[in-house]
């Protein structure tokens, strides 16, 4: 059984940083693109990052380019999402999710697997 499962979401005050962690298990996501969405009350599901499980090219919404950083350690099946400089506009439910190859990156429908999600929260 495939699963996705993330951690480290919490409570933070504006301009702090949080660390989240989606541990893959289940199957091996050696091909697979690895993202991170978002959903915030009222709004729908957005890209926030994504990150290629081969080369690790990674790609980032305009909105968290430049405080936000998406890593994976293969020997570990896992990606990671840093998080500086923390907004309450970043406020949300934020899900990992895999994706196999071929699909556009930013689109959440293309992505076969989802973890739960974890909340995070910024305080202004």
């Known amino acids: 059984q495939v699963q996705l499962v993330e951690s480290g979401g919490g409570l933070v005050q504006a301009g702090g940083s949080l660390r989240l962690s989606c541990a893959a298990s289940?199957?091996?996501?050696?091909?697979?693109?690895m993202a991170w969405f978002r959903q915030a009350p009222g709004k729908e599901r957005e890209f926030v990052a994504a990150i290629a499980w081969k080369g690790g090219i990674t790609y980032y919404a305009g909105s968290v380019k430049g405080r936000f950083t998406i890593s994976r350690d293969n020997a570990k099946n896992t990606v990671y999402l840093q998080m500086n400089s923390l907004k309450p506009e970043d406020t949300a439910v934020y899900y990992c999710?895999?994706?196999?190859?071929?699909?556009?990156?930013?689109?959440?429908?293309?992505?076969?697997?989802w973890g739960q999600g974890t909340q995070v929260t910024v305080s202004s």
């Open positions: 289940g199957r091996t996501f050696s091909d697979y693109a």
């Open positions: 999710a895999g994706g196999p190859p071929g699909i556009v990156i930013m689109r959440a429908s293309d992505y076969d697997y």
